[in-house]
T-cell receptor, first 116, second 114 residues
Framework: AQSVAQPEDQVNVAEGNPLTVKCTYSVSGNPYLFWYVQYPNRGLQFLLK??????LVKGSYGFEAEFNKSQTSFHLKKPSALVSDSALYFC??????????????FGQGTTLQVKP | DTAVSQTPKYLVTQMGNDKSIKCEQNLGHDTMYWYKQDSKKFLKIMFS???????INETVPNRFSPKSPDKAHLNLHINSLELGDSAVYFCASSQYVGYADTQYFGPGTRLTVL
């Protein structure tokens, strides 16, 4: 079965420090991976995605993610965290077992808390 | 201009009532989705329409019925509301039903069933 895991419910980091939000996946076939961010009482905003090619994907707001096929991971990173980055982050993978429906499977979310 | 919009933003109603949530996208996308986010923030797909055709219909009670009058609109009607239906419902759209097509989400509708 296709699945996504975000092993940390919460990540705490000091402003200015690098941050990493972890994601591992399990899919059949080629993985298509996404990161979204949800600010309080808002919808999800797309950050970046991996389709193919370069393992380091750059996205919005200075975020990037590293695809690692051998470790089946797609960790989200940022070199220098801002207080305004505090939000709920979701990793998602396309469900390759559902035909061409665009169905995404989401991880359980990781709350990022950036302290001044 | 709002890309994916939903109405209403908040919906408070009694058990047993019937309610609808509307979604509109002005991105010219072919595919639209409904997701449910529960109290633990877990997100799950409910339905998807591509060019007004239902292509995803997850294990959702048949009290939930999506309707797509045209490509730009996808509404969600819920009959006989139950306490467990309380959640945030998100609409999303994507250009195509592609392997890696990005989905863009609306602001959500917070449904509270009393």
């Amino acid at each position: 079965a296709q699945s996504v895991a975000q092993p940390e419910d919460q990540v705490n980091v000091a402003e200015g420090n690098p941050l990493t939000v972890k994601c591992t996946y399990s899919v059949s076939g080629n993985p298509y991976l996404f990161w979204y961010v949800q600010y309080p009482n808002r919808g999800l905003q797309f950050l970046l995605k991996y389709i193919t090619g370069d393992n380091l994907v750059k996205g919005s707001y200075g975020f990037e993610a590293e695809f690692n096929k051998s470790q089946t991971s797609f960790h989200l990173k940022k070199p220098s965290a801002l207080v305004s980055d505090s939000a709920l982050y979701f990793c998602a993978v396309r469900d390759n077992g559902s035909g061409n429906t665009g169905k995404l499977i989401f991880g359980q979310g990781t709350t990022l808390q950036v302290k001044p | 201009d709002t890309a994916v919009s939903q109405t209403p933003k908040y919906l408070v109603t009694q058990m047993g009532n019937d309610k609808s949530i509307k979604c509109e996208q002005n991105l010219g996308h072919d595919t639209m989705y409904w997701y449910k986010q529960d109290s633990k923030k877990f997100l799950k797909i409910m339905f998807s329409y591509n060019n007004k055709e239902l292509i995803i219909n997850e294990t959702v009670p048949n009290r939930f019925s999506p309707k797509s009058p045209d490509k730009a609109h996808l509404n969600l009607h819920i009959n006989s509301l139950e306490l467990g239906d309380s959640a945030v419902y998100f609409c999303a759209s994507s250009q195509y039903v592609g392997y890696a097509d990005t989905q863009y989400f609306g602001p959500g509708t917070r449904l509270t069933v009393l």
